[in-house]
């Protein structure tokens, strides 16, 4: 996984609400084998609006989501964050996201970050009025900026550290190779193995 | 204090354990098959890692599988490539791998325990929620994503924050005809599909005791079904019989050593559950669902509900949209409802005993006009068992499909489907709108009340054949 410190990119505002992993990704992509290749999946109802945000050759690179409340709700399938990130999403800024849904953004690097819903929506304003709008999502000082715009989000310490040190709940574990080892060493003999030596 | 079955299995695979930090656990058994592994290797091979236990892994081909011609190439090119990228990913990690024609290919929950792989007191995880089944030899088993089994397949542990213990008692003896699918459809409608959430559940009490080791999986199985992470029964002397003689079950000094270890594998008397509900078996009767979730259920015996008759506003919703996708009305008696197809199968009852109970109530009737029955075994040794006992031709002669085993028609993944509009009555798991093919309607039941409503072609139990067999001149 990749360090997260700062990131500054452009931003789509997705002015709705309650968007499910459904909507996120459809369940018939769920026959794939790999973890990329599902950045034609994201939205992919919605995209078929040409109207819809995505769609505005304006927005085309922007790798900061500015999304309404609840966003990730419904099922748990990870692929949902694996869509986002193959898109080109680092970030994404609502006011609230769905546990599981921020679970599975943390396994896999993607910054979910929580803002009070009038700084989503000054953030939705400014990135309206010009699609140049850059966003910096800070997590060293963990802040979100924006022009003059500034503010503060909250992220546990732990998941912070984890996101700026690039570590995945894989490598954090691996650390703990001498514990795994010892449990090993104490594991009953009787214990079925799938292999016979 | 003295602590739960599930609080003793947890605290005997804590690797580490930190203030501030999940616990870090353990994983005695894993289990993989074709549909949620393929990222997980990838995230492997992307890191340069490798599998660090393959003596504990295993991995089978059952969902995408299909249960005719499984001689010919898979005709589905998006479940071939499902298929040879578990068969690459196991040639190239290591990992043993029962592929399609196989003796040993099945259904990944019927697969572990028929190999002895399955033992009272281990964690067992896969990338499945129905992994609850193993439950039923007193292991903690759960369903888990796919980073989680990247993380399993890397480092054999997973960080997890601790469960809350839920028991359900089952009281007094199950009444003739009346069986562990019964028992479990009762127990969800009664907690309801969210009553579990959080939970793990252990099912005890004389009822449960009773049952057999398979019966005792059916239960287990569907406890995700209740919302649940994971069901548990304590170990007894079924459970050590049943394992006795199987592959990789311990034999001689070592199975001593392990029976001593499970025999402490108990509920102490002063432990507190967080949770507790009781039931009455001798209350019990054929069970089967209405409605579009598993929580949708009612005895046999009774009709459809009325959605007005629900006090709480979202499950009066729910149970006015169930009525809709599935056509019926209230008040519409249960045992009316017709069906076109049957399913017999599923890692909830696609077991030995399962087709025996069916085979037993097909036996010497036929399957109704226009109605068509599978019979799909959960893996290729029950089906192996089956055609031994005879079973197979007791279905076919009765005018019921007899296929390769697999997941099937539980999830319609592979070319067994319902069409749209089509009813089942399916000894699966889920009852969800679409499960079994796109805008099918399924009711799930009991083997014993799938084959009396292939022979009647509606709803019936095993106890309406006898009164209509009595009613009819022998030979009609
Ligand atoms: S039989 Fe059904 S529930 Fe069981 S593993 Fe297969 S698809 Fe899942």
Redesign the pocket.
Known sequence: MEAFTTHTGRAVPLRRSNVDTDQIIPAHWLKKVTRDGFEDGLFEAWRRDPEFVLNDPRREGATVLVAGPDFGTGSSREHAVWALQNYGFAAVISSRFADIFRGNSLKNGLLTVVLPQAAVDALWQAVEADPATEITVDLVAREVRCGSFREAFELDDNARWRLLEGLDDISLTLRQEDDIAAYEAGRPSFKPRTLTA | MGRTLAEKVWDDHVVRRAEGEPDLLYIDLHLLHEVTSPQAFDGLRKNGRTVRRTDLTIATE??NTPTLDIDKPIADPVSRTQLETLRRNCADFGVRLHPLGDDEQG???VVGPQLGLTQPGMTVVCG?S?TSTHGAFGALAFGIGTSQVEHVLATQTLPMAPFRTMAVTVTGELPDGVTAKDLILAIIARIGTGGGQGYVIEYRGEAIEKLSMEARMTICNMSIEAGARAGMIAPDETTFAYLDGRDHAPQGTEREAAVEYWRTLRTDDDAVFDHEVVIDATELAPFVTWGTNPGQGAPLSASVPDPGSYEDPSERYAAEKALEYMGLTAGQPLREIAVDTVFVG???N?RIEDLRAAAAVIQGRTVADGVRMLVVPGSVRVSLQAVAEGLDKVFTAAGAEWRHAG?SM??GMNPDQLAPGERSAST???NFEGRQGKGGRTHLVSPQVAAATAVTGHLASPADLATTDAAQPVGV
């Open positions: 059952d969902h259904v990944v929950h499945d129905h599923s890692c909830t696609g997941c539980c999830l699966s798991n889920r």
